[in-house]
């Protein structure tokens, strides 16, 4: 019998301790401290002296990525699943992770390879109605269990190509004392899953639930374990979802893949633009960004508000935007872009749930902010993009050929960009501006001022 040992753990950093501490040494968060058991083999060090192998003298067999069958998840990937991988999939109540999950697994099924769900929260049966619901998940092989050991077992002997665990919060390993879902416990079956898709070579899948604050449960360190964290994000009450990749080894984390939730299950979009980019001409307040997402260009309608305040903070709430780049765009526009909203409350919304985290999107907001404080709606068919910097001086944006190119294919007019950007053949005109006001003015349907004076046009399309 190996010897159990006492340890707290900080459920944030996983800094460890050998006694209660009411702050973490680690990170030094208050009473995220927490008891864990385990047993001290495996982590007692052997002691026999290895010898390294030459990095050059490693043999690769060229692991093929697998196909999930739902193109989206394979963008997300990378490109599929990586063979002995461990993939964490993260997403809120309701979300659609089992959906998603399910329906992956039966075209897995159905190309021939081998798919195994582990289900520790449904029942089989209720996995079967859903099945039915999806159609074409009959091949999956199903099992009901939530002990560790048995599902680790089972996973050696029978080797399938891909298996997913829907929750890791579920299971238990019986020599640990805690209950189920507990820090030690997530921690412990994530690490012992590691072992055996490694050795395996099962690439496995966990299903994980996300506490109030977006982060998944459970230790953070379970995310440092982990080859690949998606998150699936959406508002549970809109059809529309969102997976993204927090952290992957083995590709970008930049890809997205959006998905409209339906009675057949998820059903992939692959053209976001066309939903999101989508734009009723003369509305006051709304304003086209071309953003990237990864590798992707994506058309996204940019919401804004504005309202006067007697608050003497007015309020900078943005939904999809980062609130310190919002605060910076909102401060730009009052010192360098002629719009003042110091007694002002600004409110920004991104179309479709998708969230921004690129400078190329300042622009559109910008001009979407400027748009609803003036009261007056932008050029029909304008998009836009570019960095906005602390001068009111716009910077180019990356890759600006695809995103004109996302342009041209979604019938965008008129393009409104930093100086320096590169026109190409086909595609919309380019206004190019050089400062925040310049944009302003050339995007603004307003009579006031002469509306393209400053702003050098030039017509390039053949
Ligand atoms: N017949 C149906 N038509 C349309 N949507 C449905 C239907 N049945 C279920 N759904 C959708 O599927 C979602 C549930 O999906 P799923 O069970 O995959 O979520 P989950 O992320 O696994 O949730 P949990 O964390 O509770 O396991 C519900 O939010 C609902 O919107
Ligand atoms: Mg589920």
Not at 25 to 38: N, S
Not at 53 to 73: C, F, I, K, N, Y
Not at 86 to 94: A, Q, S, T, Y
Not at 391 to 408: D, F, H, M, S, V
Request: hydrophobic share 45%; proline share 4%; net charge neutral.
């Amino acid at each position: 019998m190996a010897k159990v040992v006492v340890q707290f753990t900080c459920s944030e950093c996983g800094a460890t301790a050998g006694r209660w501490l009411g702050r973490c040494p680690g990170c030094g968060a208050f009473g995220t401290l927490v008891e864990e058991l385990h047993g001290a083999d495996g982590r007692a060090a052997s002691g026999a002296p290895r010898t390294p192998e030459r990095l050059g003298d490693v043999q690769v067999s060229e692991a093929a990525r697998l196909g999930t069958g739902v193109p989206e998840l394979d963008r997300v990937l990378g490109g599929g699943l990586v063979p002995a991988s461990l993939v964490l999939v993260g997403g809120e109540p309701g979300v659609g992770k089992s959906t998603l999950l399910l329906s992956a697994l039966g075209a897995i099924a159905r190309s021939g390879r081998s798919a195994l769900l582990v289900t520790g929260e449904e029942s089989v049966a209720q996995v079967r109605l859903r099945a039915d619901r999806l159609g074409g998940a009959d091949d999956v092989s199903i099992l009901a269990e939530t002990e560790l050991e048995s599902v680790c077992a089972t996973l050696e002997r029978d080797r399938p190509a891909v298996c997913v665990i829907d929750s890791v919060q579920t299971l238990y390993a019986g020599e640990l004392g805690s209950a189920p879902g507990s820090v030690a416990q997530v921690r412990e079956a994530a690490s012992r899953l590691l072992r055996v898709a490694k050795t395996s070579g099962v690439a496995t899948v966990l299903v994980g639930h996300v506490t109030k604050d977006g982060a998944v449960a459970g230790p953070r360190v379970l995310e440092h374990l982990v080859d690949c964290v998606l998150q699936f994000e959406g508002d549970r009450y809109h059809a529309h979802r969102v997976l993204r990749a927090t952290k992957n080894r083995f590709g970008s984390t930049n890809e997205l893949g959006v998905f409209e939730m339906t009675a057949a299950g998820l059903v992939g979009v692959p053209d976001p633009s066309a939903l999101f980019g989508a734009t009723r001409g003369g509305e006051v307040g709304a304003a086209v960004a071309v953003a990237l997402e990864g590798t992707r260009p994506i058309l996204l309608e940019i919401q804004a508000l504005v309202s006067r305040t007697d608050l003497a903070m007015p309020r900078r709430v943005g939904t999809g935007v980062d609130p310190k780049r919002l605060a910076m765009i909102v401060a730009v526009l009052g010192r360098h872009g002629g719009v003042p909203l110091g007694s002002a409350d600004v409110f920004v919304n991104v179309a479709g749930g998708v969230r921004i985290d690129e400078p190329g999107a300042d622009l559109a907001v910008a001009l979407a902010i400027a748009s609803a404080a003036r009261g007056a709606p932008l050029h029909d068919g304008v998009a836009s993009f570019g960095e906005i910097g602390l001068t009111g001086r716009l910077r180019p944006a990356a890759q600006a050929e695809r995103r004109l190119e996302e342009c041209a294919k979604l019938g965008v007019t008129r393009a409104v960009v930093p100086e320096g950007t590169d026109a190409r053949r086909e595609g919309p005109r380019l206004v190019r501006a050089e400062t925040v006001r310049e944009a302003l003015r050339a995007a603004l349907a307003e009579a006031a001022g002469g509306r393209e004076e400053g702003a050098r046009e030039a017509a390039l399309s053949a």
